[in-house]
């Protein structure tokens, strides 16, 4: 009998900020395409965010765009969206905005995975009091409450935190309403989480460190928050966590001061694997960890998926891999 096998990247063209889940056996993937992301030049589409669809997390399949585009006064830029299913609807997060300023959550909903999805016309959080919120992350608990992790701008530095992009949680009121009661995740405190030493930004110059891509999952009574931190575009970006006793924290990712424990770049094979979405293979046995890298010429971001293990020490990732690996 034939093993099956995968080899990195499972899908060769532009795919970051990949989210992935299951739906009446069917794997669905969502991510921000090269017109997404473009901070320049953006290509003014009709729909927005490219999908894909897969009977096995390895042959993946272009199924077309997710978003039909909201008001175009919102901006061109669109970036990581991610899916939840609630009660026969898909509901899809994410953020739209002008380059690296004024980006708002929104969400948009469907009766069918694949769309067209529509948005539903008003921001998850008030751009009047938070002019940068990106990464939106559904998470439902056991209970069957959803909450929604994001990411925005901090400027203070008490207590040793780092000015710059961090994570905060809020209650779900309805899929499409926040109680507007962010709660603080983390926040960066390592130089490896360093976006840029001197970004000019709201009118001052900040030592700037970034943690983005917020994505949780519950293991043992414990709340896991994965999330990506340092610069996109450098070797030093790469997937660690946050660990909490409840859903809306204290969260801690103590032991993470020398760099990423999950997810690390492997100079001269992959660089900067981050973004990183979590999904439970076809027999049920195992998580994977879905993920964006660089090839070595960085021409693009394209996804990539490795084993999740949970161990003493933490969740550790079998990857990132370049070669042949069995699933």
């Known amino acids: 009998m034939t093993v099956p096998t995968y080899t990195n990247p499972v899908y060769l063209e532009y795919f970051a900020d990949p989210f ?38 390895v042959h993946w399949q ?40 004024n980006h708002q959550l929104r969400v948009a909903i469907s009766s069918d995975p694949l769309g067209p999805y529509q948005d539903v016309g008003e921001p998850l959080v008030d751009p009047k009091t938070c002019s940068f919120a990106i990464d ?26 780092r000015a710059g992009t961090a994570l905060v949680v809020d209650r779900l009121l309805t899929m499409t309403t926040l109680a507007r009661e962010p709660k603080v995740v983390l926040r960066a405190q390592h130089d490896w989480q360093r976006f840029l030493s001197d970004r000019a930004m709201y009118g ?38 946050g660990v909490a006793e409840r859903v809306l924290g204290p969260y801690s990712d103590d032991g993470n001061e020398t760099g990423p424990r999950v997810l690390r770049s492997v100079l001269g094979n992959v660089l900067g694997p981050g973004h990183n979405s979590i999904v439970t293979s076809p027999n049920g046995q195992a998580d994977y960890v879905i993920y964006h890298a660089w090839d070595n010429q960085m021409q693009a971001r394209r996804m990539c998926i490795d084993l999740l293990s949970w161990t003493a020490e933490g969740p550790r990732c079998q990857g990132p891999t370049w070669t042949p690996q069995i699933i």
């Open 20 to 57: 992935v889940w299951r739906h009446q056996d069917i794997y669905y993937a969502i991510g921000t395409g090269p017109a997404e992301a473009a901070v320049q030049g953006a290509e003014i589409w009709q729909q927005k965010f490219p999908l894909l669809r897969s009977p096995d997390l």
């Open 62 to 101: 272009p199924a077309g765009s997710a978003l039909q585009r909201p008001d175009p006064a919102l901006g061109d830029n669109f970036w990581a969206p991610e899916v939840a299913y609630w009660e026969g609807v898909f509901y899809l997060y994410y953020s739209v905005g002008q380059g690296d300023k």
């Open 136 to 161: 939106p992350s559904p998470f439902q608990d056991d209970d069957g409450q959803w909450y929604l992790f994001y990411a925005q701008d901090f400027l203070d530095t008490d207590k040793g935190v």
């Open 204 to 241: 001052g110059v900040y030592d700037w460190h970034t943690l983005e891509g917020p994505c949780v999952r519950k293991h043992d009574n414990r709340y896991y928050c994965f999330y990506s931190g340092g610069r996109w575009e450098t070797e030093n970006y790469g997937v660690d966590y």
